[in-house]
């Protein structure tokens, strides 16, 4: 017989169950991809063809350039694509002042929310097996009640007369209350509390699988414990870091709510810019092209950062 025939004879006898398997395979790896399409790269598309749009009274308002009825019509109205929404952003300092201080608080948001949750995330790691379930519901356990609700209790938390100058006032630490709500020090408080688990978790579960014996053999060549902590533990507790560093920043430079309901209207963000063209200024082309720029100034960095990762890996 010929190996064409053995070869033959072998595919027939391949299991049907394989053969599934390899296409249910492919079906999982590909819904990640249609989710990213279907609610990323679509919306992303509408957004961005409205920032290419004229502003226009009307109902929407603004009047679209180019539409995607023939790939004929959309090449011809190319040439007529409106930049002007780009250009506001480059002439007007408003909106380079928000992404400015946008990114400052949200980076200094983050640094603050990693120096207390990494402690917090190392207490859990390090806490005795049966109690680390109790302490892991108790950071995801403020995720039960209402985002909202929570920023509006620190409300009640900050004003003048609210319960931390209260307890100030008792203790005699201060003689006057403090002015804290409406101001970047409210702001970075309500930002650090929201986002506190974002940190907390992807960090404890770095350290939950490190080898405690790399510790112990640390120990028995007379590493001193802070410096094994910083040799071994927290080298090997960076992907949880970035992890968290990633999940706050981000969400925090586009925040709406903390900085509209503590900060009022001195804080400066990109997202309160964002929200005032949009609803008061009805300028939808001028606001999409807002949203364009800053999720260039969000992904752009993180893909240079990924490449050049994956060219250290190598």
Do not use: H
Request: aromatic content about 14%; proline content about 7%.
């Amino acid at each position: 017989m010929s190996e064409a025939s053995v070869k033959s004879a072998e595919d027939r006898d391949e299991p049907r169950s394989d053969r599934s398997g390899g296409i249910y395979r492919r079906l999982v790896i590909s819904l990640p991809y249609l989710w990213l399409l279907a609610f990323f790269l679509v919306p992303f598309l509408i957004v961005l063809k409205i920032s290419l749009s004229e502003t226009a009274i009307a109902l929407p308002p603004y009047r679209p350039v180019f539409t995607f009825d023939s790939i004929s019509g959309f090449f011809s109205n190319l040439s007529e694509l409106d930049l002007g929404s780009y250009l506001w952003l480059a002439g007007d300092p408003l909106y380079l002042n928000s992404y400015l201080s946008s990114l400052f608080i949200a980076g200094g948001s983050t640094l603050l929310t990693l120096l207390i949750g990494y402690p917090f995330a190392y207490g859990m790691a390090r806490a005795p097996r049966a109690l680390r379930p109790i302490l892991l519901m108790l950071t995801i356990l403020p995720f039960w009640t209402s985002f909202l609700i929570r920023v509006y209790a620190w409300i009640g938390i900050l004003k003048n007369e609210g319960l931390l100058n209260q307890l100030l006032l008792w203790l005699g630490v201060i003689s006057a209350p403090l002015t804290i709500l409406n101001t970047n020090s409210a702001v970075y408080i309500g930002i650090v509390y929201s986002y506190l688990p974002f940190m907390v978790l992807p960090i404890y579960a770095s350290l939950e699988r490190m080898d405690g014996s790399l510790l112990e053999a640390a120990n028995d060549l007379g590493c001193p414990p802070m410096k094994a902590f910083w040799a071994i533990t927290f080298p090997l507790s960076l992907p949880g870091v970035l992890a968290g560093v990633f999940l706050v920043f981000i969400p925090a430079v586009g925040e709406f709510v903390i900085p509209d309901l503590l900060g009022g209207s001195r804080t400066l963000m990109i997202g309160k810019t964002l929200w005032n063209e949009f609803f008061n200024n009805r300028d939808w082309p001028v606001s999409s092209a807002v949203a364009v720029v800053l999720l260039l100034v969000l992904v752009l960095p993180i893909v240079l950062f990924q490449r050049a990762q994956a060219r250290n890996a190598l």
